[in-house]
């Protein structure tokens, strides 16, 4: 089981969304720890394989306006069933066409 976030991820990730608002970047720091623990912790999800790539990936989705709130309520509960987490960012995450 994954046992939190390294430094370097998180550094990764600030550096990413270094424009953003101080808050919000906490906000979404919080929310991409919590999502990347989940995918790669509990679901060993294989689009993910370090921490560093899934913190990469949810900072791509924040930096396109992607609500990583409600695309990580969505992720968490669909569990770790591929083609949910999969119908969760066709739904909420970067080019869907309902995005929040």
Request: proline share 1%; with cysteine.
């Amino acid at each position: 089981m994954h046992q939190g976030l390294g430094g370097g991820a998180i550094a990764l990730f600030i550096g990413t969304l270094a424009s953003c608002a101080e808050t919000s970047t906490d906000a979404a720091v919080a929310s991409c720890e919590r999502l990347c623990d989940h995918l790669i912790g509990a679901c060993a999800y294989d689009a993910y394989p370090t921490v560093d790539s899934c913190m990469a990936g949810c900072a791509d989705q924040v930096n396109a306006d992607v609500d990583i709130e409600v695309l990580e309520t969505c992720i968490v509960e669909a569990g770790c069933e591929t083609f949910a987490i999969v119908e969760c960012q066709n739904h909420h995450g970067a080019g869907a066409a309902d995005a929040d």
